[in-house]
């Protein structure tokens, strides 16, 4: 594109009358500038489809012509006018802020004249009387350029002029790698050199819990990853529970450390599937219990998978490398289905679950009674405290014979009466 203004410029204004001064392109347009008549000329058109956007012509009396272009920021560049007097054989210079389309943003005229121009970092640097000065999209001249000397993952930077890392030469600057790196940037006889530390951007995919992660947990980061002196490939999961150092290393010994706690998975068995463990759950049937960690203790006691069906409070310690990792709580506590307070039945079926007394004996599970009596059933609550269930089982015609009884009461109160009667 640069290639094709250039050869038909000319054509469009006059072989003799057009002066190209240089071409520069950013984000999507081109710039072509120069001076055409003895007045400062700029043409700026679309990279993609060639459209002209702006064409400039400056005329100020004098012989005029736009000598640098200074990028400022991703849509916004300074253009440097040079003025010549003929008269007085004198130059003068104004910064003139545009933006990407053209559009005039501010001017600044110079009070000395600059013997050089360069740019980098999105400053328009000039060398006036051997110093240099610093010239943002503000127009204002500064002694100082300030720069990033710390970036987070990826480090880019604008630059006109021929820039190396680490003393290789380069295309571009554009570092995603952590390391420590040294900027050079030549132009002509001016020289910049920057020291820059691009640091490592550490991702964690995983679910969080308390100060670290629980479950499976990846890990993406650029440079090489090492976990616990083991090469880990970015993006794996992995799920063992324990405290881990993460080093990543990058270019010129760069190292950046960080650690995580992976917690241990705790899941309960409920006889048809399994659910996570949480803290302070109340169960009134059996279960049994599945861990990664190394070891679980469940009041102080070795856990080797078995079911649990006692009531009661019980304390879980998970174990990672001989250190406890996690403590959860959780309680059983009793049930009894199938009966109620106070009924009467010719038989009973119930099911019995934890500290269970029937009579004083203690009952687990399914239970069938037939017969006929009082019965007492003593169920263990969370607080160690005890309710009581009282029902009855009578036979069949003594529930009957129960069940006429008023009216037999009746019946011979009625007929007591008739012979008092008769006497009389």
């Known amino acids: 594109?640069?290639?094709?203004?250039?050869?038909?410029?000319?054509?469009?204004?006059?072989?003799?009358?057009?002066?190209?001064?240089?071409?520069?392109?950013?984000?999507?347009?081109?710039?072509?500038?120069?001076?055409?008549?003895?007045?400062?000329?700029?043409?700026?058109?679309?990279?993609?489809?060639?459209?002209?956007?702006?064409?400039?012509?400056?005329?100020?009396?004098?012989?005029?012509?736009?000598?640098?272009?200074?990028?400022?920021?991703?849509?916004?560049?300074?253009?440097?006018?040079?003025?010549?007097?003929s008269e007085t054989n004198t130059y003068q210079y104004t910064l003139i802020l545009y933006n990407i389309y053209g559009e005039t943003m501010d001017r600044k005229d110079l009070q000395e004249p600059p013997s050089g121009f360069y740019n980098h970092h999105y400053v328009l640097i000039m060398e006036i009387n051997d110093e240099y000065f610093y010239v943002s999209n503000d127009l204002e001249l500064t002694y100082d350029l300030v720069t990033e000397?710390?970036?987070?993952?990826?480090?880019?930077?604008?630059?006109?002029?021929?820039?190396?890392?680490?003393?290789?030469?380069?295309?571009?600057?554009?570092?995603?790698?952590?390391?420590?790196?040294?900027?050079?940037?030549?132009?002509?006889?001016?020289?910049?050199?920057?020291?820059?530390?691009v640091e490592a951007k550490i991702d964690i995919l995983g679910e969080s819990y308390k100060d670290g992660y629980i479950g499976d947990v990846q890990i993406f980061s650029q440079g090489d990853i090492f976990i616990n002196g083991k090469e880990y490939i970015s993006g794996e999961k992995f799920s063992i529970p324990g405290t881990f150092e993460i080093n990543i290393i990058g270019e010129n010994y760069y190292v950046k450390t960080i650690n995580i706690k992976l917690y241990p998975?705790?899941?309960?068995?409920?006889?048809?599937?399994?659910?996570?463990?949480?803290?302070?759950?109340?169960?009134?049937?059996?279960?049994?219990?599945?861990?990664?960690?190394?070891?679980?203790?469940?009041?102080?006691?070795?856990?080797?998978?078995?079911?649990?069906?006692?009531?009661?409070?019980?304390?879980?310690?998970?174990?990672?490398?001989?250190?406890?990792?996690?403590?959860?709580?959780?309680?059983?506590?009793?049930?009894?289905e199938g009966v109620k307070h106070q009924e009467t039945y010719e038989e009973v079926q119930f099911y019995a679950f934890g500290e269970v007394y029937l009579n004083d004996q203690l009952v687990q599970g399914l239970q069938l009674l037939k017969e006929p009596g009082t019965y007492y059933i003593k169920m263990k609550n969370q607080d160690e405290s005890f309710e009581e269930i009282e029902f009855y089982i009578l036979e069949s015609n003594e529930e009957e014979n129960m069940s006429l009884l008023p009216y037999g009461i009746l019946i011979i109160s009625v007929i007591g009466l008739a012979i008092i009667l008769f006497k009389k």
């Open 149 to 197: 000397t710390n970036v987070i993952g990826e480090y880019m930077i604008q630059y006109q002029g021929q820039a190396y890392i680490n003393n290789e030469p380069v295309e571009e600057i554009l570092i995603d790698k952590p390391g420590i790196y040294e900027i050079t940037i030549v132009d002509y006889r001016y020289e910049y050199i920057e020291e820059i530390i």
């Open 265 to 336: 998975i705790i899941l309960y068995y409920d006889g048809d599937d399994q659910f996570d463990l949480l803290n302070e759950m109340v169960f009134d049937y059996p279960i049994r219990l599945y861990s990664n960690a190394d070891i679980i203790r469940i009041n102080d006691e070795l856990y080797e998978g078995q079911i649990i069906t006692t009531s009661g409070n019980y304390v879980i310690d998970l174990i990672i490398n001989e250190e406890v990792i996690e403590t959860l709580n959780f309680s059983l506590i009793s049930r009894v």
């Open 1 to 85: 594109m640069k290639l094709l203004w250039m050869i038909l410029l000319p054509f469009i204004r006059g072989q003799s009358d057009l002066f190209i001064q240089d071409h520069y392109e950013m984000d999507h347009v081109n710039i072509t500038y120069g001076a055409y008549l003895d007045d400062a000329y700029m043409l700026i058109s679309d990279s993609r489809s060639e459209e002209i956007y702006n064409e400039i012509i400056i005329d100020e009396g004098l012989n005029e012509s736009f000598i640098y272009l200074a990028e400022v920021s991703q849509y916004q560049f300074i253009m440097v006018l040079e003025k010549y007097n």
